[in-house]
């Protein structure tokens, strides 16, 4: 019951606004993980979010204009540990089709808007894609699946410096670092590898 209405509250908010205080609330009121996940479960949760991101787009056809996105986006989605790019305290939502708060008065997006992004630019092997607000750096890894090149620019130093580790940490691209005025890193980023099995995705 208590996961029901914690289900219906984030849908609620995805509709209404999402506020980083209505999340830390909802984290105060849901059960308590009884051990910590396994890979192996996590990595079902993240095939049952892109199955839900698939009936998202599904329902929302008439006003999207497709019913399905692009596979390669879904495919890239799949393969994406989202829940290496969250807060600890959150990792057990990380794979609820809602925003979750990663500091800074921030969120990554919702898992469904990150996919619709990605499936409208439509990033290629050969072009180059420049993001504004890496956050904790989960579009960015997404984008790296699927872009030759992904320069993402960060103004916040701690999320920039986060984003390196968690990026380099799980092996998707190799950064290198400028200062450019008020923004505090700038990462050039290139895929290094193209891994169907990592992160169990």
Known sequence: MRHLQL?????????T?????????????????????????????RRHMVEMIAIHTDLASEELGKAALDE????????????????????PYAYQDMPLWIGFDKTVSQPF????????????????????????GYQTAV??????QVCSVEIVEEFASSAEALLQ????????????????????????RQDPGHGGG
């Open 7 to 15: 289900e219906t509250m984030a849908g609620v908010a995805v509709t």
């Open 17 to 45: 606004g999402y506020k980083a205080e209505w999340q830390q609330a909802w984290l105060r009121k849901a059960p308590s993980v009884m051990k910590p996940m396994t890979e192996e479960h996590l990595a079902v949760l």
């Open 72 to 91: 390669r986006a879904m495919a890239a989605m799949r393969r994406v540990p989202r829940h290496r790019f969250v807060p600890a305290s959150v990792v």
């Open 113 to 136: 808007i990150v996919a619709l992004m990605t499936d409208l630019l439509a990033p290629q092997p050969h072009e180059a894609v420049l993001e504004i607000g890496t956050g904790l």
């Open 143 to 148: 984008l790296a699946k699927l872009a030759g």
């Open 169 to 192: 940490g799980a092996r998707f691209i190799q950064c290198r670092h400028w200062c450019l005025g008020r923004v505090s890193r700038l990462a050039r980023a290139r895929p290094i």
